[in-house]
């Protein structure tokens, strides 16, 4: 689909699919589904590719690409924290991955209990 200039747009509408986007995303990457069997390899996708079809393609889709979708100066800073770096570990391991912070306007909001990450500094407050 990509190649012929489709826009590709990820979700996690349950039941069609896991509501865990790691998930969804280890599944465009290596092309197996939730139950392990392999399915149309040819059309597994980047993990760039599936990471934007979750976070920069549903900004544009909704119209909210100048305030959200990517990190940039003067955009909302709405981050999760992942447990590990999902670019490079194994693909087999990408389903694996949890948020352990989330970020919602430049604010700490929520915390995996028992994390041991240390979350980003907090801005001052006036």
């Not at 689909?1 to 826009?7: H, R």
């Not at 699919?17 to 790691?22: D, E, I, K, R, W």
């Given at each position: 689909?990509?190649?012929?200039?489709?826009?590709l747009c990820f979700g996690s509408d349950w039941p069609v699919?896991?509501?865990?986007?790691?998930a969804g995303i280890a599944?465009?990457?290596?092309?197996?589904?939730?139950?392990?069997?392999i399915?149309?390899?040819?059309?597994?996708?980047?993990?760039?590719?599936?990471?934007r079809?979750?976070?920069?393609?549903?900004?544009?889709l909704v119209g909210r690409e100048k305030d959200a979708g990517t990190l940039e100066p003067g955009k909302l800073a709405d981050i999760a924290i992942l447990s590990q770096d999902v670019l490079s570990i194994d693909a087999g391991r990408i389903a694996a991955t949890t948020a352990?912070?989330?970020i919602v306007g430049g604010q700490l909001?929520?915390?995996l209990p028992g994390s041991t990450?240390?979350?980003?500094?907090q801005p001052a407050r006036d």
């Open positions: 689909m990509l190649d012929s200039g489709a826009t699919v896991s509501l865990n986007p790691f599944t465009a990457v290596d092309a197996r589904t939730l139950d392990g069997r399915w149309f390899p040819e059309q597994s996708i980047t993990r760039e590719q599936a990471l079809a979750y976070t920069v393609t549903p900004a544009l352990t912070h989330t909001v929520w915390q990450a240390s979350p980003p500094p």
